[in-house]
């Protein structure tokens, strides 16, 4: 099981998944959201966490250390979301949408489009 990282190596990892396959780390502090004012040996010090932690592979081509992710982005997402869901909501779906919509979280036409989207993968023989 993957484990839940702290929001900064996050904020990494999701820079490292929109630039590509593989970055160089001037590459990723280039792309982070321009509110971030983090000092390099702050970025550095995240990419080698994670590549302690196993998110990413390094290498080293002449004076630039290339950074490669090694859980997907989709990985990462299903697995942070199933841990949340059971952690918070017992497993329930349903105490999920409900603690939602029931702090204005979501909106009818929210609601709206997860019907379209169950509706869409369970197929045309069920209508919710």
Request: hydrophobic residues 40%.
């Amino acid at each position: 099981m993957l484990t839940k990282l702290p929001d900064a190596e996050l904020e990494i990892m999701q820079t490292v998944w929109k630039v590509g396959a593989e970055s160089s780390s001037a590459e990723i502090i280039q792309n982070l959201p321009a509110e971030r004012e983090w000092a390099t040996t702050t970025v550095l010090t995240l990419l080698a966490r994670l590549v302690e932690r196993g998110f990413l592979s390094v290498r080293r081509i002449g004076k630039s250390n290339i950074y490669a992710p090694l859980v997907s982005e989709n990985t990462y997402l299903e697995n942070a979301s199933k841990t949340f869901l059971e952690k918070l909501h017992g497993n329930s779906l349903k105490s999920l949408v409900a603690a939602l919509f029931d702090g204005n979280a979501i909106s009818e036409s929210d609601i709206a489009e997860l019907k379209d989207y169950i509706n869409e993968r369970a197929g045309d023989d069920h209508d919710f």
